[in-house]
């Protein structure tokens, strides 16, 4: 009974179940180019910057939130540098608080030219995909290729070379724009569309949570649990650290960030808890506010 009177009490207060949200809480996008393999085509290229200009458009085009590279990391990271591994990329990514990166799209991109005498024959492919910044977790990927070879003047020159590279690899570059768009945006939208509904702080992208609840007893988070397992978004949760006083938990949802540190907060006014709460990354810290003499109050209906 005390729990389905908690419940009922906790979906009234922040109406979690019947309620849809529109504060939005749109994926923010960073779109980076990975060219550590000597045969992709390098990030100091024309034809790289065009391949980039492309699929930020594509995703602008959706409505998502997309920053330039150069612009969020020109304070605190090396401009200019080329042939960069995964974990450069990621590291850059993850390291960027303003804004926090939700998405990275990440494309390589590889192109040949054969000379012959009648003509030069132009061939390229672009690989993309997608992953969750805040988790590192695949989120889709999608190729697209040339087909057949281009053709281009059979004395074509470097020059020559990189504009007919780059005028198809825009063509390409748009074509992986959309596909790697669409597929994002069924993740965050869902069903939400035919509905008539916009992006909501609630979307089908699961990401990872860290849940830290440091200072809480055993008995602080098994009531806590009960919160947690009805916030809107929720998929699953496992402890992954637990000790006498703290408890570390992978909190998997597909809530927002702005949602769920507004939901925590609450919760503790609801169980009459004081704490502290952080958040960096996909990572929330709960330290617990004890005042000296305070007790824990014995539940009325002795917790069942």
Same mark, same amino acid.
């Given at each position: 009974?005390?729990?389905?009177? !908690?419940?009922?009490? =906790?979906?009234? +207060? $922040?109406?979690?179940? &019947?309620?849809?949200?529109?504060? @939005?809480? /749109?994926?923010?996008?960073?779109?980076?180019?990975?060219?550590?393999?000597?045969?992709?085509?390098?990030?100091?290229?024309?034809?790289?910057?065009?391949?980039?200009?492309?699929?930020?458009?594509?995703?602008?085009?959706?409505?998502?939130?997309?920053?330039?590279?150069?612009?969020?990391?020109?304070?605190?990271?090396?401009?200019?540098?080329?042939?960069?591994?995964?974990?450069?990329?990621?590291?850059?990514?993850?390291?960027?608080?303003?804004?926090?990166?939700?998405?990275?799209?990440?494309?390589?991109?590889?192109?040949?030219?054969?000379?012959?005498?009648?003509?030069?024959?132009?061939?390229?492919?672009?690989?993309?995909?997608?992953?969750?910044? !805040?988790?590192?977790? =695949?989120?889709? +990927? $999608?190729?697209?290729? &040339?087909?057949?070879?281009?053709? @281009?003047? /059979?004395?074509?020159?470097?020059?020559?070379?990189?504009?007919?590279?780059?005028?198809?690899?825009?063509?390409?570059?748009?074509?992986?724009?959309?596909?790697?768009?669409?597929?994002?945006?069924?993740?965050?939208?869902?069903?939400?569309?035919?509905?008539?509904?916009?992006?909501?702080?609630?979307?089908?992208?699961?990401?990872?949570?860290?849940?830290?609840?440091?200072?809480?007893?055993?008995?602080?988070?098994?009531?806590?649990?009960?919160?947690?397992?009805?916030?809107?978004?929720?998929?699953?949760?496992?402890?992954?650290?637990?000790?006498?006083?703290?408890?570390?938990?992978?909190?998997?949802?597909?809530?927002?960030?702005a949602k769920l540190s507004r939901n925590l907060k609450k919760m503790l006014g609801e169980l009459d808890m004081r704490a502290t709460v952080t958040f960096e990354g996909n990572t929330f810290t709960l330290k617990r506010i004890t005042r000296r003499g305070e007790?824990?109050?014995?539940?009325?209906?002795?917790?069942?």
């Amino acid at each position: 009974m005390r729990y389905l009177l !908690k419940n009922l009490a =906790f979906v009234l +207060t $922040f109406g979690l179940l &019947s309620v849809p949200v529109y504060a @939005a809480d /749109n994926p923010n996008l960073l779109v980076m180019g990975e060219d550590a393999d000597e045969d992709s085509v390098p990030r100091n290229s024309r034809v790289f910057k065009r391949v980039v200009y492309a699929l930020q458009g594509q995703m602008n085009y959706y409505s998502f939130d997309v920053y330039d590279e150069t612009y969020v990391t020109m304070d605190n990271f090396t401009q200019g540098r080329v042939r960069r591994s995964d974990a450069e990329l990621f590291d850059i990514a993850r390291s960027v608080k303003r804004p926090p990166i939700d998405v990275v799209v990440v494309f390589t991109m590889y192109a040949s030219a054969q000379q012959k005498d009648h003509t030069t024959k132009i061939k390229a492919r672009i690989t993309g995909r997608m992953i969750n910044a !805040k988790s590192g977790k =695949f989120i889709d +990927t $999608f190729e697209v290729d &040339s087909g057949q070879f281009w053709n @281009a003047p /059979n004395e074509c020159s470097r020059e020559c070379i990189l504009e007919v590279v780059g005028d198809k690899a825009k063509i390409l570059a748009e074509e992986l724009g959309a596909v790697l768009a669409e597929k994002l945006d069924w993740l965050v939208e869902g069903q939400m569309a035919e509905n008539g509904q916009d992006r909501s702080a609630t979307n089908d992208m699961i990401t990872d949570y860290y849940l830290i609840f440091d200072g809480f007893s055993a008995e602080d988070f098994m009531d806590i649990e009960e919160y947690l397992v009805i916030f809107s978004g929720y998929k699953s949760h496992r402890p992954t650290e637990q000790r006498h006083t703290r408890s570390e938990v992978l909190y998997r949802s597909s809530i927002g960030t702005a949602k769920l540190s507004r939901n925590l907060k609450k919760m503790l006014g609801e169980l009459d808890m004081r704490a502290t709460v952080t958040f960096e990354g996909n990572t929330f810290t709960l330290k617990r506010i004890t005042r000296r003499g305070e007790k824990r109050k014995p539940s009325v209906d002795g917790g069942w």
